[in-house]
């Protein structure tokens, strides 16, 4: 059987976590997010696409 291509996200972070709520901090950090301008690729998941609009005003994002 032929596998499906799975979706890719590409997360970049672009504003500081400084001032913001502990939960949008933990998210940060869970999505492997330390400073601005760095970029991380994920599988594109529900889980993920939460992630991200939980924290969507401190990233972008875009498929690949």
């Known amino acids: 059987m032929a596998k ?8 970049k972070q672009i504003r500081s976590t400084i ?3 502990p939960s949008h901090r933990k998210t940060l950090e869970a999505l492997g997010l330390r ?3 760095q970029t991380k690729e994920f599988t594109d998941t529900p889980q993920i696409r939460g992630m991200i609009a939980k924290v969507k005003h401190l990233v972008s994002w875009q498929e690949v």
Not at 4 to 11: D, F, G, Q, Y
């Open 4 to 11: 499906k291509k799975e979706k890719k996200i590409v997360v």
């Open 19 to 21: 001032g913001q709520k």
């Open 35 to 37: 400073r601005i301008g």
